[in-house]
């Protein structure tokens, strides 16, 4: 049966507050794999045939990180660089990804005001994401809206729960459409 594949990419987990806790509300859940890069991968020795056999079965990605740099950890863009392969992930020959959705689950360390033309990063986040849409559109992917926390730091732990309870409910029905009407 297909299954979400959740790539969680955070390169210092026991410090994390936000991601973690997201993480931690779906591991448990049927028919979603959590795959942490940088416990599978410490020192950047990324096994791209095992990555590509794990991304041909998945029927859902779902990109966990933090923020960085208006960006991802530097993890994930090596995994990308390696792992979607012209001929694997787009152009000619295998498209092993195509027509299937991409949820983007970000968390930002500012307000979101702050992502906003007249706002400190000028940018809208969904400026910001433009090359992970972009990316899931040339594998022919389905960008679906990503799931943002903006104030990952500041918030209190119970809204980080309800954050949780939120990513779960989101993920459940991203599998739940995988099996179809
Ligand atoms: C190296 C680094 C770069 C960061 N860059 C940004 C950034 O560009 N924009 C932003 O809003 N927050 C930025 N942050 C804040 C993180 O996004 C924030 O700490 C994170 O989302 C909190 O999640 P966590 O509790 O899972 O670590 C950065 C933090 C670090 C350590």
Redesign the pocket.
């Known amino acids: 049966m297909s299954f979400v594949l959740v790539v969680f990419v955070?390169p210092?987990v026991r410090?994390?507050?936000?991601?973690?806790?997201?993480r931690d509300a779906v591991r448990d859940l049927e028919g979603v794999r959590v795959h942490d890069l940088y416990e599978t991968y410490p020192d950047f020795f990324i096994d791209v045939a095992a990555e590509q056999a794990v991304l041909r079965e998945a029927g859902a990605l779902v990109v966990q990180h933090?923020?960085?740099?208006?960006?991802c950890?530097a993890l994930l863009k090596e995994w990308f660089d390696l792992v979607w392969q012209q001929g694997f992930a787009f152009g000619p020959g295998e498209r092993a990804l195509a027509g299937k959705p991409w949820v983007s689950a970000?968390?930002?360390?500012?307000q979101p005001g702050?992502?906003h033309p007249e706002g400190l990063?000028r940018f809208t986040l969904e400026e910001i994401l433009r090359p992970f849409e972009a990316t899931a559109r040339l594998c022919g992917m389905t960008w679906q809206d990503p799931f943002v926390?903006?104030d990952?730091?500041g918030v209190s732990a119970e809204v980080v729960r309800e954050i949780g309870q939120a990513y779960r409910r989101r993920l459940e029905a991203l599998r739940d459409a995988l099996k179809g009407p």
């Open positions: 955070h210092a410090r994390s507050r936000l991601n973690r806790s997201l933090p923020i960085y740099w208006y960006s950890p970000v968390s930002t360390g500012s702050a992502y990063h926390t903006h990952a730091v």
